[in-house]
């Protein structure tokens, strides 16, 4: 059975530290490794990744994959309190590339 | 970008009656579609998987008969919760992939928030 685990589970830190977020994953035929941002509502897109030791950045985030380690990190520099949120790693393999999630890890980042 | 329409956003049910939610991909064709259902403070928990004009393959422990998933076309599925309970009250999401040209593969609705009474 496909499985994902995050770590930690939950992290508060303050306005402009840096944190990293961890994801382990198995999955069969494994595709590609994402991250979600969720608030309110659905799940937001982040980043997607499939080839290893290539990193991603899209403002104060970024990530990286480490196929060998079945492994990823999201990292987030200058936090802001609007980062504040639970963020998702998905696992996608399969036939279907249907996605396995870890549990998220909620992030409260204090003014 | 890929935009997926579901509705409705909110619903609230009496205890054996049943609900059906709609997702629409908008401007794409949905090859695949996942429904999701997702309990508070816990993560996204993949239901089914359903391929346009074929049955869906459902997770382990997911009553079939009790969550009806049609995919009739390439731009609809719907799941229907038939014969809703209280436990079934949680918040369901579906996410639509269109083979091959996006680079981020999944768009996913804007989900549905159960309420059984």
């Known amino acids: 059975e496909d499985k994902v685990v995050q770590s930690p589970l939950s992290l508060v830190v303050h306005e402009g530290d840096t944190v990293t977020l961890n994801c382990s994953y198995e999955?069969?035929?494994?595709?590609?490794l994402l991250w979600y941002k969720q608030e309110k509502k659905a799940p937001t897109f982040l980043f997607m990744l499939?080839?290893?030791?290539i990193e991603k950045k899209s403002g104060r985030l970024s990530s990286i994959l480490d196929k060998k380690e079945l492994f990823s990190i999201l990292n987030i520099t200058a936090t802001q309190t609007g980062d504040s949120a639970i963020y998702l790693c998905?696992?996608?393999?399969?036939?279907?590339?249907?996605?396995?999630f870890g549990k998220g890890t909620l992030l409260t980042v204090n003014p | 970008g890929a935009v997926v329409s579901q509705h409705p956003s909110w619903v609230i049910c009496k205890s054996g009656t049943s609900v059906k939610i709609e997702c629409r991909s908008l401007?794409?064709?949905?090859?695949?579609m996942f429904w999701y259902r997702q309990f508070p403070k816990q993560s996204l928990m993949l239901m089914a998987t359903?391929?346009?004009?074929?049955?869906?393959?459902?997770e382990q422990g997911v009553e079939k008969d009790k969550f009806l998933i049609n995919h009739a076309s390439l731009t609809l599925s719907t799941l229907t919760v038939t014969s809703a309970h209280p436990e079934d009250s949680s918040f369901y999401i579906c996410?639509?992939?269109?083979?091959?040209?996006?680079?981020?593969?999944?768009?996913f609705g804007s989900g549905t928030r159960l309420t059984v009474v």
């Open positions: 999955v069969t035929n494994f595709r590609s």
């Open positions: 499939t080839s290893s030791g």
């Open positions: 359903s391929n346009e004009g074929s049955k869906a393959t459902y």
């Open positions: 401007d794409f064709q949905a090859t695949t």
């Open positions: 996410s639509a992939r269109e083979w091959g040209t996006r680079n981020y593969g999944y768009t």
């Open positions: 998905a696992g996608s393999g399969g036939s279907n590339y249907k996605l396995t």
